[in-house]
């Protein structure tokens, strides 16, 4: 399976009142490490490309999320993000994210997410295409 990882540095506009990463952060954090994953597994973002111009879009449906650590202004963290698993109609991101410099694993997520036709609104098995397309998904 491949995994990727990104780097933010944690700025102020991240932090709340406590100068820590308010906890809805996280989820912009996972979408940065998805975008990225994407962005580096060419076939698998160009798939998600071709099914959106089919009116064919990925939804996040079920996020399960650990709360480890704080980070806060000025730590960088590393965002980790796998494919967990699959089904014929799901598929499940694992979510880390560390504090870079410590390696302390601050925060993880599983997130399911499915594919839906966007005008029937209904949910779109994975079919061989798509498993062909991004492999992983056929294990």
Same mark, same amino acid.
């Given at each position: !399976?491949?995994?990727?990882? +990104?780097? /933010?540095?944690? =700025?102020?506009?991240? &932090? *709340?009142?406590?100068?820590? %990463?308010?906890?809805? =952060? ?21 798939? !998600? #490309? =071709?099914?959106?111009? @089919?009116? /064919? %879009?990925?939804?996040? $449906? ?9 980070? +806060? $202004? ?15 109609? &799901?598929?499940?991101?694992?979510? #880390?994210?560390?504090?870079?410099? &410590? *390696?302390?694993? %601050? ?6 997410? +499915?594919?839906?036709? &966007?005008?029937?609104?209904?949910? %779109?098995?994975?079919? @061989?295409? /798509? ?9």
């Amino acid at each position: !399976m491949h995994k990727t990882e +990104v780097k /933010i540095k944690i =700025r102020n506009y991240h &932090s *709340d009142n406590h100068n820590h %990463v308010n906890n809805a =952060r996280y989820l912009e954090f996972f979408e940065e490490g998805s975008w990225d994953f994407l962005e580096k597994n060419k076939n698998v973002g160009k798939l !998600m #490309k =071709r099914l959106a111009k @089919d009116g /064919i %879009v990925h939804v996040a $449906v079920n996020i399960n999320c650990n709360f480890r650590d704080s980070a +806060v $202004v000025g730590d960088t963290l590393r965002i980790e993000t796998a494919l967990c698993r699959s089904t014929n109609r &799901s598929f499940t991101w694992l979510k #880390k994210v560390f504090n870079d410099k &410590s *390696d302390i694993l %601050v925060t993880d997520a599983e997130i399911t997410c +499915v594919f839906i036709d &966007s005008t029937t609104r209904e949910v %779109v098995p994975l079919s @061989d295409e /798509i498993k062909k397309a991004w492999p992983d998904l056929a294990k």
